[in-house]
């Protein structure tokens, strides 16, 4: 069964580095999006993307984030700046109808 | 304003118990509805969803959910749990003209043999 997949599993970065994490959608699917999970809170939406565009975001996705399809595969997100705050889990998630199907995700700690 | 409310933060049953998860929206019109599983270290897994037609889905590993319109609620129920159902179960939910799933808070879910 076809199924998102999310690398790296685990980053460690320092405070102001750039980050990108990388996603490979489910092939066949044309929504793509972006979640984050802070430790013991809930499920955060960051970011949806369709047609090589950005269709809607959060208040989280300030400019520090970008959202990329750099080829016909992979669908990243990029912090640009990161701060100790960005430490979370981030899960892409890629739809079908209305239905999202979820990668592992990325654990991402900020020191 | 739009929200998943999941009472319950932590729930411990005895292996081969039944189990009631619950899950409450609050959404202008009747949104699409989700419970995702997610075990330790791992992804969100879905378990079953409700756009409408026959309020009881069923769903995998044995999970079924009923949705009750009345109640704005999606309980998600096992009749006999197992120690591998050990995980947080997340309830989901999107609606109108955005497809931004907005999630509950999760329940942990622990067995006690």
């Known amino acids: 069964e076809p199924e998102v997949t999310q690398t790296p599993s685990h980053q460690v970065t320092q405070m102001g580095q750039e980050v990108i994490l990388r996603c490979v959608p489910i092939?066949?699917?044309?929504?793509f999006y972006w979640y984050r999970q802070i430790l013991g809170q809930k499920v955060e939406f960051l970011v949806s993307?369709?047609?090589?565009?950005?269709?809607?975001k959060s208040e989280i996705f300030d400019d520090q984030f970008s959202v990329e399809r750099p080829d016909g595969s992979n669908f990243t997100l990029k912090i640009r700046s990161t701060k100790l705050e960005d430490s979370a889990m981030y899960f892409c998630a890629s739809r079908q109808k209305e239905t999202q199907y979820f990668g592992p995700g990325t654990r991402l700690l900020v020191l | 304003a739009q929200s998943v409310t999941q009472p319950d933060i932590h729930i411990t049953v005895s292996e081969g118990a039944s189990l009631e998860l619950r899950c409450n929206y609050s959404y202008g019109a009747t949104p699409y509805l989700f419970w995702y599983v997610q075990s330790p270290g791992q992804g969100l897994q879905l378990l079953l969803k409700y756009f409408s037609g026959d309020t009881l889905v069923q769903g995998i590993k044995g999970f079924e959910a009923e949705f009750k319109r009345s109640q704005s609620s999606f309980n998600l129920r096992k009749p006999s749990v197992h120690w591998s159902d050990a995980a947080e179960y997340f309830c989901?939910?999107?609606?109108?003209?955005?497809?931004?799933?907005?999630f509950g808070t999760g329940t942990l879910l622990a067995i006690q043999p």
């Open positions: 989901a939910a999107h609606g109108g003209a955005t497809n931004k799933l907005i």
């Open positions: 092939s066949n699917h044309l929504y």
């Open positions: 993307f369709y047609n090589n565009e950005i269709s809607e």
